[in-house]
């Protein structure tokens, strides 16, 4: 164990945070709370969820660097707060430059003994659009430099904040403010931006996909892409009732059925090798994930069609690209 | 008595910078800058400044990562010019109001288009209203000077603010200098170590950059206003302590030769010297010429601009940026403003020139100050254009 994870499991164990997560269960969660209540999420909002958890995991030595956006919204009407943890928020497109430089800038105090060495989790924050839109060169600066930080996206696949217009990361078909169906249009003509691949892209250590409806792999994701020394990257699918048109009290359902439905499928890509975490569940058809929601309400059958095809087909290359890492060598060999 | 060298003044800001020991530098390259962050980078590769140097990929991800690394309680440096200062500007404005002690030289140069790398002040009128301290330097020697007072300006707690060292690109960035260097025991002496009142650490968790509500977002602007206000006597005090330290006395506006002078010529920046070339000149054939310099732009020494042109009959303020549609010059604009209520008060003549480094002599500033005496008209849109073609 080197001296970073030392530390690590040192302080996980003083705050009764678990090292290992091995069964579900509510009393198995750390108690403290590092997103407090009283934020002014909407009813049902997995992305909050998402949030809670993924700070949970991460522990009180957290310093958030978060892009504009329903997280920061909801949480910061001065005078009040519900960040427990040290939070930063400067623009919609910065978060990973911010990040980086918070890491920068503790990094050089400890080197030069102006603040005691601990190690603290530089984390940044950001919606799709801080993400995929807006925020891509900054995290692509980010990724690439090398910081000791983690990059959480919480994928609402809109503008939710801004009254639900399309992202790079809405998907194909989803009827947003700005990609209305209409008599010349059928909502959202473009596929979803990949930014999990893209961010492997930087060959960074660490990147994964989770979503709170498996809370336990979130937590256990964030927990490894802190643990990491360099960059991760971690992007949470956070079901949106509000702009999604789905019921609240069924956001955990619909966040199961996009990882069933392999809409939206969990994985880690570990030092360039790709791997399902946890093994996919029983395949169910994409229409079953799509009906629960609004913004679907106005495709054809044959557009479902067509979504379930190119579903199995991103599929297919993920389950490649995981099977070339299970052949990979692990270790270089003489 | 500290060591005299002969310096590019880029360099010479660099081992500023070095010398006060600063934690995280975050840049972008852009010509003028570029010497700065070169010979930083430089000191930090070969173990003289215990740095980290983050080689963003924007300037707006440069102003970012300050922020970022100031908030953590680290002192930050960065430079910039032109278009990178444009692209930085949203984030140069919360610098500011998250109260934020960056350091940042601005090598000045105009903006874009036509684009152009030379010098004039389109970059600075671009960030005028940020709410950051603004200082000028006229020569190398100032611009080093400065470099230690701004992070003790902006660092004190009674001000954290960020600075802006304005420097003229080329003219003064490039050019080798002959200037007095200052030892380390002085700059120990001069500048404490940063200690922020809050800083993003996990020991004493705190919020930053919530949003505000109609109710209170102008109670917080008001108080950053008065902030930057109160920021005055600290701006003094720095400069009384470096001229007890060093011999070298700075304020918030020179004059040279403005005792009995009935035309004064008005300048920021490099351009103070070739004006006052200008002024000797005329002095020795009888003219009561001179010149009142500009060295605070933020926050602006109403008071000191009132008194140094109170007894002049022409006040002749050469402009280096063109507010399009408006007052033409934005520097003759602010004089004005400090004049208006004045019951005797000099009529005031704006030009603008030197755009994008096109030259300005001597003989020039005297031809200025001639059409100016003779000028009927005094109304601030009257401004000209100086050495236009066509």
């Not at chain 2, 054939?285 to 140094?308: S, T």
């Amino acid at each position: 164990m080197d001296e970073r994870s030392r530390l690590e499991a040192e302080r996980l164990d003083k705050e009764n945070v678990m090292t290992e997560i091995k069964t579900y269960g509510p009393k198995n969660l750390p108690l403290e709370e590092h997103f407090a209540p009283g934020h002014r999420a909407c009813q049902g909002c997995a992305e909050v969820l998402a949030l809670r958890l993924a700070l949970k995991a991460l522990g009180k030595d957290t310093v958030v660097a978060n892009a504009t956006g329903c997280m920061e919204i909801v949480s910061t009407p001065l005078p009040t707060t519900s960040w427990v943890v040290p939070y930063i928020h400067v623009g919609f497109e910065n978060a990973a430059a911010v990040c980086s430089g918070v890491e920068a800038g503790l990094k050089a105090l400890m080197r030069k003994a102006r603040l005691p060495k601990k190690l603290i989790h530089c984390v940044a924050v950001a919606g799709d659009g801080g993400t995929a839109d807006i925020g891509m060169q900054a995290l692509s600066g980010a990724l690439e430099r090398g910081h000791d930080m983690v990059y959480i996206c919480l994928d609402n696949e809109a503008y939710m904040n801004t009254g639900i217009q399309r992202s790079s990361s809405t998907p194909y078909g989803a009827m947003t403010t700005t990609s209305p169906p209409g008599r010349l249009s059928f909502g959202q003509s473009t596929q979803k931006k990949n930014v999990a691949e893209i961010a492997a892209a930087h060959g960074i250590p660490y990147v994964a996909t989770a979503c709170p409806s498996y809370p336990w792999d979130l937590m256990k994701k964030v927990q490894k892409a802190a643990l990491v020394e360099g960059p991760a990257y971690v992007h949470i699918l956070s079901v949106c009732p509000t702009g999604w048109r789905s019921q609240p009290e069924e956001s955990i359902e619909l966040g199961k059925l996009a990882v069933a439905s392999r809409v939206f499928p969990l994985y880690e890509v570990e030092d360039g090798r790709y791997k399902f975490v946890p093994k996919p569940p029983k395949q169910v058809p994409v229409v079953e994930y799509l009906k629960k929601q609004g913004r679907f309400r106005h495709l054809t059958d044959n557009m479902i069609e067509e979504i379930q095809r190119n579903v199995d087909e991103q599929f297919r290359r993920l389950e490649a690209k995981v099977r070339i890492s299970l052949e990979a060598p692990q270790e270089p060999q003489e | 008595m500290g060591k005299r060298v002969g310096m590019e003044v880029s360099i010479a800001l660099a081992e500023a910078a070095c010398q006060a020991d600063v934690d995280v530098v975050a840049a972008y390259p852009i010509t003028p800058q570029t010497h700065i962050v070169e010979h930083l980078s430089e000191l930090v590769a070969d173990g003289h400044l215990d740095a980290e140097f983050v080689p963003v990929e924007s300037e707006h991800s440069a102003m970012s990562v300050c922020i970022g690394s100031s908030a953590a309680g680290a002192r930050t440096f960065t430079s910039t010019s032109s278009q990178g200062l444009a692209l930085m500007n949203e984030v140069v404005y919360i610098a500011s109001s998250l109260r934020l002690p960056i350091v940042m030289v601005v090598s000045n140069r105009s903006l874009s288009a036509p684009l152009s790398i030379w010098n004039d002040h389109s970059d600075v009128m671009s960030v005028r209203d940020t709410g950051w301290i603004q200082v000028f330097a006229e020569n190398g020697q100032e611009a080093y000077d400065h470099v230690f007072w701004a992070f003790r300006v902006g660092e004190d707690r009674r001000v954290l603010m960020p600075v802006m060292l304005h420097i003229d690109g080329f003219i003064l960035s490039h050019m080798v200098e002959a200037l007095e260097m200052v030892d380390k025991e002085l700059v120990k002496k001069y500048l404490p170590a940063f200690q922020p009142i809050h800083r993003l650490h996990p020991d004493n968790p705190v919020t930053m950059g919530a949003f505000a509500l109609p109710e209170l977002y102008t109670e917080a602007k008001k108080a950053q206003d008065e902030a930057l206000k109160a920021s005055w006597p600290l701006i003094l005090q720095g400069w009384e302590e470096w001229a007890q330290l060093t011999g070298r006395r700075y304020s918030p506006v020179e004059t040279y030769r403005t005792e009995d002078a009935e035309a004064v010529l008005v300048t920021m920046g490099s351009m103070g010297e070739t004006a006052s070339e200008a002024a000797d000149r005329m002095r020795a054939r009888g003219e009561k010429v001179g010149v009142v310099k500009i060295r605070l732009w933020r926050p602006f020494p109403f008071e000191q601009v009132r008194k140094a042109l109170g007894g002049a009959r022409v006040a002749v303020v050469f402009d280096r940026c063109v507010s399009f549609g408006g007052p033409g010059g934005p520097v003759a604009s602010e004089i004005r403003a400090a004049l208006y209520g004045e019951a005797v008060r000099p009529k005031v003549v704006n030009f603008i020139g030197g755009l994008a480094g096109r030259d300005v002599s001597p003989q020039d500033f005297q031809n200025m100050v001639e059409e100016a005496v003779s000028r009927k008209e005094d109304r601030q849109e009257a401004y000209r254009i100086y050495g236009v073609r066509g």
